[in-house]
């Protein structure tokens, strides 16, 4: 959308409009230069273009993050033949492209802007033989369409970092949350994007991740290297690797090396989890496994996302967070009004609030059934009950109220490194109980006996066979 945007072009939908004499089938979508406009299109980024140009879109391969790719297949008013137009990750177009047409710098370039953290595109377009009918052509299949495409460049993107990220993530970094990167971006874009916000901190080493299991029979080859260095070098002495306790090093790997440790190395994928702070080319079931695995290894995982190949993972976490009002709203059982982070923090906080409430609430009524069960006792063991106005008085006034004051505890202001306790069932909420109890028994015993004591304490006269009772 933004680089349709850039080029102020319009695109005109008539889905129902039957055939179009100008090409003889329906075209369910045309683009053309801006009317009116001299010249056509803007000519700082799309060139000068003729007034009466138009395009038919007649057919659409939507991106497809398992393919990494968009495709569509067009043709211009007048023209005798139909062209492909491609456009993706760079390395996945340029597979399928004549090897001639890419030029020999291309993996150096890719690497150049990556590592900026630019986003890169790669686009290519094909031309398909004149006279092809369109009968023909919409028989043909998605890779007939692609292979031995002419890779046309790369698209170079800058999507800078939100203010509010910095904030968020140093935040969550200073109530000792750890956080990570999902992403089906370039991976050096992602490890870039990585430092740039500080989610991997300044003095911390980023180690690659490289898994080849493209030899059939043999074990899995997995190599470690430094991205950020000149030339990527790679680590000969992997005994540095085998403590996952330094806090001076994390991972980085892609979604291809992500699968193959995943079925290979069962283990090895356990350590690179654990320390895993980018993860870059990931389709959307690998984002689900990567969170099972970081449930399965005892951690609280939240999820940010706003694309529908978030919506799986949104589920999967513990607490999804959408931050639009597209698919990913769907899936997520929070959505942020604002596109950013900063609801992440605010999010634990009214959790861990709520968590502490409830538990607070759930021990208090607890400890308050059973004080007030050891009174009634003490007042039945002198052949008495409470009048129901005590009880009345009691209920209200010493069990409700406190309990719609705990209810409505706001959070803390600030993301406190102190976690609550996640059981109520475990042994300090329990301990704290039973002391309470304990004390408060002790106490009622001793004003009981105090009381007795006193000089003006009168004894209760029990009468047999009295009802109601006499007062006390």
Not at 108 to 131: D, E, P
Not at 162 to 173: C, Q, S, V
Not at 239 to 252: D, K, L, R
């Given at each position: 959308i933004k680089l349709f945007e850039a080029i102020n072009w319009e695109l005109t939908e008539q889905r129902h409009s039957g055939s179009n004499p100008d090409y003889g089938i329906p075209t369910p979508t045309l683009v053309s230069p801006p009317k009116g406009q001299k010249n056509g299109g803007n000519t700082k980024i799309g060139g000068i273009a003729p007034s009466n140009l138009e395009i038919a879109l007649l057919k659409q391969y939507p991106f497809d993050s398992a393919v990494q790719r968009m495709t569509v297949v067009a043709k211009k008013k007048g023209a005798q033949y139909y062209t492909v137009f491609?456009?993706?990750?760079?390395?996945?177009?340029?597979?399928?492209?004549?090897?001639?047409?890419?030029?020999?710098?291309?993996?150096?370039?890719?690497?150049?802007?990556?590592?900026?953290?630019?986003?890169?595109?790669?686009?290519?377009?094909?031309?398909?033989?004149?006279?092809?009918?369109?009968?023909?052509?919409?028989?043909?299949?998605?890779?007939?369409?692609?292979?031995?495409?002419?890779?046309?460049?790369?698209?170079?993107?800058?999507?800078?970092?939100?203010?509010?990220?910095?904030?968020?993530?140093?935040?969550?970094?200073?109530?000792?949350?750890?956080?990570?990167?999902?992403?089906?971006?370039?991976?050096?874009?992602?490890?870039?994007v990585a430092r740039d916000c500080e989610l991997v901190k300044p003095d911390q080493t980023i180690i690659r991740v490289v898994a080849d299991d493209s030899i059939v029979g043999q074990q899995l080859s997995v190599t470690y290297s430094l991205p950020e260095s000149e030339t990527a070098s790679i680590i000969q002495d992997t005994?540095?690797?085998?403590?996952?306790?330094?806090?001076?090093?994390?991972?980085?790997c892609d979604g291809k090396t992500f699968n193959s440790i995943r079925t290979k190395d069962p283990e090895l994928f356990k350590r690179i989890v654990h320390r895993g702070k980018v993860f870059a080319r990931m389709l959307p079931e690998q984002k689900i496994e990567l969170i099972e695995c970081l449930k399965g290894l005892g951690r609280q995982v939240i999820m940010c996302g706003d694309g529908c190949n978030d919506c799986g993972a949104l589920k999967t976490a513990h607490a999804g967070i959408s931050l639009s009002m597209a698919e990913a709203s769907v899936a997520a059982p929070f959505t942020s009004r604002n596109v950013n982070i900063s609801c992440v923090p605010y999010v634990i906080r009214e959790g861990r609030a709520t968590m502490v409430s409830a538990f607070a609430s759930f021990k208090f009524g607890v400890a308050f059934c059973f004080t007030q069960l050891i009174s009634v006792l003490m007042v039945f063991y002198i052949g008495t009950e409470p009048s129901d106005n005590q009880y009345l008085v009691v209920d209200i006034g010493l069990a409700a109220i406190p309990i719609l004051l705990i209810g409505n505890t706001a959070p803390h202001?600030?993301?406190a490194k102190r976690k609550p306790t996640r059981h109520l069932l475990s042994f300090l909420p329990m301990f704290s109980v039973v002391s309470f109890l304990f004390f408060q028994t002790i106490a009622y015993i001793f004003i009981w006996f105090y009381v007795r004591a006193q000089d003006w304490f009168v004894e209760y006269q029990f009468v047999q066979d009295l009802y109601p009772p006499n007062t006390s």
């Open positions: 491609v456009k993706g990750a760079p390395e996945k177009v340029a597979s399928f492209c004549r090897p001639e047409t890419i030029p020999a710098e291309f993996s150096n370039l890719l690497q150049y802007y990556t590592k900026q953290g630019f986003r890169v595109i790669g686009a290519s377009a094909k031309s398909l033989k004149h006279g092809m009918k369109w009968s023909e052509v919409d028989e043909l299949t998605r890779s007939q369409l692609e292979e031995g495409s002419d890779f046309l460049g790369l698209i170079i993107m800058q999507n800078l970092l939100k203010k509010e990220t910095y904030g968020a993530i140093a935040e969550l970094h200073g109530a000792d949350i750890v956080t990570l990167m999902v992403t089906g971006d370039n991976i050096q874009t992602a490890i870039s005994s540095q690797m085998q403590n996952m306790t330094s806090e001076n090093y994390v991972f980085a202001d600030i993301l």
